[in-house]
């Protein structure tokens, strides 16, 4: 028999050297429910670590070596058309996950063309080259951000969106969830799903991979865990004169763990009879909001250490309070969030412990 050998059925990962993306990659190879399913990750390396010398990023090794499953990584850009369309030409790729996208904030405030032209380009290019190549199963990360401030609590999906957006980063985050809706109303066999983010922290239970941003944390649990662990001397509390609990800002702080699971559920909706596809958006939180003295306090008790902290006037575009309204996923996915806010510090005491500078064996911040 001289046919062609079959490619093996393939699951892309975009920004799957990343935070979330790779958790869940490591939530699919312990579940182990979808091993028919070759994972290749493509990541241009912008916001996650790779050893000088080495083939595949530091979390991707050690996925691999926690789960004797193989994970094929290719650098690449999403923007680059060519590199994608070739990737899609080699390999039989069935879904896409689509972490990929640039993230901070702030940044997005000071650099707003890099910023849109970075997170439209990438989806752009990639909803074209999986279209060319007649892929139309996508999940995305999207983000409780594309509500801007909120009209009402919880949030639900049906709270509008595009409305009073605080930041240039939220609104790529909405833009690219426009272009979705557009391609999926242009082509019925198109199903995208927006899984909307709110507040995600935490570390797999195991310690060995967690967040590990560059530089100095934009957020507010890496920043705490790298205090607690003397990296950082203080942390800045953002305000203490909101309508909350305690004054200090309410978020709805969703463990990593259980984010990886629900999108583990999502790529088992694209096969239910029932599910109609087209863009569906389906809000990943847990519901609760805890305050970030909460967090704090919870973070302390874990570590055993006081986490100094200084107040300070309220960080230009944050809102009060956030929450979601989760009985969608529940409903759709069969997916709610299990672990608790001792779990999320236990989990990141646990990996910024082992791990003081993240994936790296030495302190970033001694390098000129
Ligand atoms: P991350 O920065 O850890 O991961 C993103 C990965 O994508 C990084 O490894 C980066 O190198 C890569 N990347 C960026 N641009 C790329 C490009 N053009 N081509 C190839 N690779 C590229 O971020 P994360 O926290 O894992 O977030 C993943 C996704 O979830 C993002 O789309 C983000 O907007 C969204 N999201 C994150 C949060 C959060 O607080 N972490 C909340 C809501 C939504
Ligand atoms: C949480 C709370 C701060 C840092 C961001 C994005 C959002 C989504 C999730 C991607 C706030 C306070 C923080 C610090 C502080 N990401 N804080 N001191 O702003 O809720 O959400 O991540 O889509 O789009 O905006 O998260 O962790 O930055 O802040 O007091 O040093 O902690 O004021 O109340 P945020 P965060």
Not at 35 to 54: Q, R, T
Not at 331 to 351: H, M, Q
Request: proline fraction near 5%; hydrophobic fraction near 35%.
């Amino acid at each position: 028999d001289d046919s062609e050998p079959v490619p093996r059925r393939a699951i892309l990962v975009t920004g799957g050297a990343g935070y979330v993306g790779s958790h869940t990659i490591m939530n699919l190879l312990e579940r182990g429910e979808h091993d028919d399913l070759d994972i290749i990750v493509v990541d241009n390396l912008s916001n996650s670590y790779m050893e000088e010398g080495e083939q595949k990023p530091a979390v991707l090794k050690i996925i691999e070596e926690m789960t004797h499953k193989q994970v094929h990584f290719f650098k690449i850009d999403i923007r680059d058309k060519e590199d994608l369309n070739s990737l899609f030409n080699e390999n039989n790729i069935e879904f896409v996950y689509h972490f990929a996208a640039l993230k901070a904030v702030g940044q997005s405030v000071v650099k707003p063309l890099e910023y849109h032209r970075a997170n439209l380009t990438a989806t752009i290019t990639l909803l074209e080259v999986m279209r060319d190549h007649g892929v139309n199963k996508l999940i995305y990360s999207s983000s409780c951000t594309v509500y801007g401030e909120p009209a009402y609590l919880p949030l639900d999906e049906e709270h509008p969106t595009g409305r009073n957006l605080t930041s240039p980063y939220g609104k790529t985050k909405y833009f690219c969830e426009e272009i979705m809706k557009d391609v999926c109303a242009s082509d019925p066999k198109w199903s995208v799903i927006s899984l909307r983010y709110f507040n995600p922290v935490g570390a797999h239970r195991s310690g060995k991979i967690g967040e590990d941003p560059e530089g100095i944390p934009n957020n507010l649990m890496p920043y705490i865990s790298q205090v607690a662990v003397g990296r950082l001397n203080r942390l800045l509390v953002y305000g203490d004169d909101y309508d909350t609990i305690d004054g200090t800002g309410v978020r709805d702080f969703i463990h990593v763990e259980d984010l990886a699971d629900g999108h583990v559920c999502a790529l088992k909706l694209f096969s239910s009879p029932t599910f109609e596809g087209g863009f569906t958006p389906i809000n990943l939180g847990t519901g609760t909001g805890y305050s970030v003295m909460q967090l704090i306090t919870m973070f302390e008790r874990v570590c055993g250490r006081k986490i100094p902290t200084s107040v300070v006037g309220r960080r230009e575009g944050d809102i009060g309070t956030n929450y979601a309204e989760v009985n969608l996923a529940k409903k759709l996915l069969g997916w709610y969030a299990v672990r608790t806010l001792y779990t999320i510090c236990d989990d990141t005491w646990r990996w910024q412990s082992a791990n003081p500078y993240g994936f790296r064996k030495t302190n970033p911040d001694d390098e000129d």
